[in-house]
């Protein structure tokens, strides 16, 4: 069946460093741009960057733009996020979500940033 | 950036009431625009997407209206699975945006 699956997330200090893999299946994966949105804990939704189907188009939220970088890997069906130079207030889960309406989302990862 | 405002913040029902949502944008967008359901320690789910268009497997109860700036979710008669946390999302222009959200509570 479509599915989105999320890893490696976990805890990690401020200023570091962690990458998150969305593997999918069920669909034809490099017909879609993927999507990463992120929740803190208790808040709402904040999408946080995309890669275009084909991976060459991105584009990130400002509030993680110049440290977090989306990549794809067409041939294994995954998407990524390279986060760096990690904050506390980049604490949340993190979904991982297809196309522009979001119409597939995985179940999530979640990232602690803390001392 | 369009800027997304959803009132109320929160809303009180019963089973069987007709609950409408509201979805402001800060500008005036092409009809990118969706509803996600989100219940507790869950992934969001889409309901509606193209304003208007209901996402398949999702009951009839759910429709979805609004153009310009404006835009409604409306549940005809609220069952007991429908509590939950809505969201409304542009997908017009980047960055997407999403509206704070409105949590459906159980009179």
């Known amino acids: 069946q479509v599915q989105l699956v999320e890893s490696g997330g976990g805890v990690v200090q401020p200023g570091r460093s962690l990458r998150l893999s969305c593997a999918a299946s069920?669909?034809?994966?490099?017909?879609?741009?993927m999507h990463w949105v992120r929740q803190a804990p208790g808040k709402g939704l904040e999408w946080v960057a995309v890669a275009s189907y084909d991976g060459v188009n991105k584009n990130y939220a400002d509030s993680v733009k110049g440290r977090f970088i989306v990549s794809r890997d067409n041939s294994k069906e995954t998407v990524y996020l390279q986060m760096d130079s990690l904050r506390p207030e980049d604490t949340a889960v993190y979904f991982c979500a297809r196309d522009g309406s979001f119409d597939i989302w995985g179940q999530g990862t979640m990232v602690t940033v803390s001392s | 950036d369009i800027q997304m405002t959803q009132s109320p913040s929160i809303v009180s029902a019963s089973v069987g009431d007709r609950v409408t949502l509201t979805c402001r944008a800060s500008?005036?967008?092409?009809?990118?625009l969706a509803w996600h359901q989100q219940k507790p320690g869950k992934a969001p789910k889409l309901l509606i997407y193209r304003a208007s268009t209901l996402q398949s497997g999702v009951p009839s109860r759910f429709s979805g209206s609004g153009s310009g700036t404006e835009f409604t979710l409306t549940i005809t008669s609220v069952q007991a699975d429908d509590f939950a946390t809505y969201y409304c999302?542009?997908?017009?222009?980047?960055?997407?945006?999403f509206g704070q959200g409105t949590k459906l509570e159980i009179k």
């Open positions: 069920g669909f034809t994966f490099n017909y879609y741009p």
């Open positions: 999302q542009q997908y017009d222009s980047y960055p997407y945006t």
């Open positions: 500008q005036s967008m092409s009809n990118w």
